[in-house]
């Protein structure tokens, strides 16, 4: 009988000494990912478009989508959405504005006689949207509006974009 009582012993130990307490589910070998999108354009029928992921992302990702809004000294100029464009007078002209799900992001542009406005920021335009696990937690540290700066607080190689399509 104390062989028995021993052996369960042994085994109950074996057994709770494998369990965790630690259910934080941080997936740690997750790393950010930068997906491009080439010659988007923004039609008259509602002005928007779905960029889709080429998979889905975590429900805790945070996503961020930039437009390219031109060239400085051959460095690419990336603006963090939304982006606002104002008249003379301080009233809204039109901008650039997103939501997102697991599976994609749509884009909208938002403004007023947005037909008239000019096709160089309706047609041809060039997205880049940035995923960040949540698990990274810098949100607090990174100005974000600033490309370079995620860039480099996340660790982003974005030479290894993703073109989709």
Known sequence: MKKITFVLAVIGMITLGSCSTNNDNVDNDTISEVFRYNGVNFLPNDYSVVLDFPHSIYESDMVLVYRLSGYFQGEPIWKL??????????????????????????????????ANLSNDVKLN??????????????????????????????????????IVQ
């Open 81 to 114: 959405l939304p982006e606002t464009y104002y008249f003379d007078d301080g009233t809204l002209d039109f901008r650039f504005d997103n939501d997102f799900t697991r599976f994609d992001t749509e884009v909208h542009l938002e403004g007023f006689d947005l």
């Open 125 to 162: 335009q060039t997205l880049r949207v940035v995923v960040i696990p949540a698990a990274f937690g810098k949100r607090d540290t990174v100005d974000f509006k600033d490309y370079k700066a995620v860039v480099k607080a996340f660790h982003i190689d974005d030479s290894k974009e993703i």
